[in-house]
Antibody, heavy 119, light 107 residues
Framework: QVQLVESGGGVVQPGRSLRLSCAAS????????MHWVRQAPGKGLEWVAV????????YYADSLKGRFTISRDNSKNTLYLQIETLKAEDSAVYYC????????????WGQGTTVTVSS | DIQMTQSPSSLSASVGDRVTITCRAS??????LNWYQQKPGKAPKLLIS???TLQGGVPSRFSGSGSRTDFTLTISSLQPEDFATYYC?????????FGGGTKVEIK
């Protein structure tokens, strides 16, 4: 079945970096755009970034540009999110989600991975 | 950047009630509007895309309407499993954005 599984979250000290992964299965990963979306504790959804199916185009939330990098390895069916210089406000559940062809929607979601930034 | 404003932020309703949630975009987005349902501790689930297209497996009591800047999600007869938080999302252009959410609680 179509599945997305995130990993890489944990407790991280402020100022450190972290790479999240999202393993895809059950569909042809290389033909879909992919998103990262985050949700701080008790808060709403915040879109982070999207990458096109071939990795050529990437777009980010304005407030996160510079510290966040989205990438993908289609040979490994895996999506990544690199986060630099972590701040307390980056503490959240990070979800990866699939973009239906030709749209910026999110039709399949992973279960999320939790990042806690704390000293 | 396009801002999405949902109202109300929360509501209390009874099983069988008709529920309407509104979402307003700060600029025209045609019908590039999606609705999601999220239950506590779970990932969001896509309910409606393109403002009015119900996703497979979503009960017909859910419906969406609207275009340009004003959109509505309607639940015609609220069921126990519908108590959740609902989010709208504009898919018109980047940066993408979500509404603040509407929590539907049991009265």
């Amino acid at each position: 079945q179509v599945q997305l599984v995130e990993s890489g979250g944990g407790v991280v000290q402020p100022g450190r970096s972290l790479r999240l992964s999202c393993a895809a299965s059950g569909f042809i990963f290389s033909t879909y755009g992919m998103h990262w979306v985050r949700q701080a504790p008790g808060k709403g959804l915040e879109w982070v970034a999207v990458i096109w199916f071939d990795g050529r185009n990437k777009y980010y939330a304005d407030s996160l540009k510079g510290r966040f990098t989205i990438s993908r390895d289609n040979s490994k069916n895996t999506l990544y999110l690199q986060i630099e210089t972590l701040k307390a406000e980056d503490s959240a559940v990070y979800y990866c989600a699939r973009a239906p062809s030709g749209t910026y929607g999110m039709d399949v979601w992973g279960q999320g991975t939790t990042v806690t930034v704390s000293s | 950047d396009i801002q999405m404003t949902q109202s109300p932020s929360s509501l209390s309703a009874s099983v069988g009630d008709r529920v309407t949630i509104t979402c307003r975009a700060s600029d025209t987005i045609s019908t590039y509007l999606n609705w999601y349902q999220q239950k506590p501790g779970k990932a969001p689930k896509l309910l409606i895309s393109g403002a009015s297209t119900l996703q497979g497996g979503v009960p017909s009591r859910f419906s969406g309407s609207g275009s340009r800047t004003d959109f509505t999600l309607t639940i015609s007869s609220l069921q126990p499993e519908d108590f959740a938080t609902y989010y709208c999302q504009q898919a018109y252009n980047t940066p993408l954005s979500f509404g603040g959410g509407t929590k539907v609680e049991i009265k």
